[in-house]
């Protein structure tokens, strides 16, 4: 029964207008990202997109995007696996299987592009500390969407972290 719930949070880009249909009154957030190795940071970042709106919807990053963007050895996770795992936290509303492949996309860093323009999202979340920032920012904004770049500090009494700070870590332990 868990396991249906968390699945049903789970759409591709085909559904993405109807999302808009049905929450036509709602304010709709997008983000997306690698969350490869979940921590605070993301369950923080996540959050404080969510405050933006109504319905949070978030692009996870395809297996080949991310090994363009972060190297070989990366993701630890298979997409299939950070899919099901970003879908069954609490703030998540809807998951986005990009079904885009790199041959099919302008640049691996706006993969979710073409995802954007079909939800037509209020807001697009960033995080701050994202390299492409400004590339990122044109496109949506060219689109007619609400930029916004979010921090992932994590509240009080946390340790930050980050996932190449745990994947480093973990390199020293073994």
Known sequence: ???EKIRSKIITEKDLQ???E?????????TSGTFDVIHAG?????????SLGDVLVVGVGRDSVIK??????????PENNRIFLVASLQEVDYVLFNQNTPET?????????????LLKPDF?????DNNFLELNKKAVERLGINF??????VPKGIIPTSTTKILDKLKKTT
């Open 105 to 117: 996309i302008e640049s691996s860093e706006l993969d979710y592009i073409k995802s954007v323009s």
């Open 18 to 20: 109807s999302i808009r």
């Open 1 to 3: 029964m868990w396991q």
């Open 22 to 30: 049905k929450y036509k009154d709602k304010k709709i957030v997008f």
């Open 124 to 128: 697009f979340c960033i995080n701050n």
């Open 68 to 77: 363009n963007l972060k190297g070989p050895s990366r993701p630890i996770n």
């Open 42 to 50: 993301h369950i923080t970042y996540l959050n404080n997109c969510k």
């Open 148 to 153: 916004v770049t979010m921090n992932r500090d």
